[in-house]
Nanobody, 123 residues
Framework: QVQLVESGGGLVQAGDSLRLSCVASGRTFSSNAMGWFRQAPGKEREFVARIRWTGDRTRYADSVKGRFTISRDNAKNTVYLQMNSLKPEDTAVYYC????????????????WGQGTQVTVSS
């Protein structure tokens, strides 16, 4: 069992920044990578970013590349999503998730999910 708790969401204006945090606890050794996903009302959940617990490899959705940065603090079992230059289209509930895969961007490959944190970007 892995428990994930997101925090850091809020209401900001376009161009502002937010940093989301996801603290993992429990059997975190069973996961090899962490991902951030987002879901807007009435839309499917979409991939945002992914990072391994080890190594330097990261991946981003084209829509956020150059604006968002995923990072980790292994000692704290925490992953972060630094979001800069936020746009109204970034408005969504953001979820962190854990997977035993190393490269997947598919939500179906992620085994554990947090409850989500709301990010709202006004114009």
């Amino acid at each position: 069992q892995v428990q994930l708790v997101e925090s850091g969401g809020g209401l900001v204006q376009a161009g502002d920044s937010l940093r989301l945090s996801c603290v993992a606890s429990g059997r975190t050794f069973s996961s090899n990578a962490m991902g951030w996903f987002r879901q807007a009302p009435g839309k499917e959940r979409e991939f945002v970013a992914r990072i391994r617990w080890t190594g330097d490899r990261t991946r981003y959705a084209d829509s956020v590349k150059g604006r968002f940065t995923i990072s980790r603090d292994n000692a704290k079992n925490t992953v972060y999503l630094q979001m800069n230059s936020l746009k109204p289209e970034d408005t969504a509930v953001y979820y962190c998730a854990a997977t035993t895969e190393f490269y997947s961007m598919d939500p179906d490959d992620y085994d554990y999910w947090g409850q989500g944190t709301q990010v709202t970007v006004s114009s």
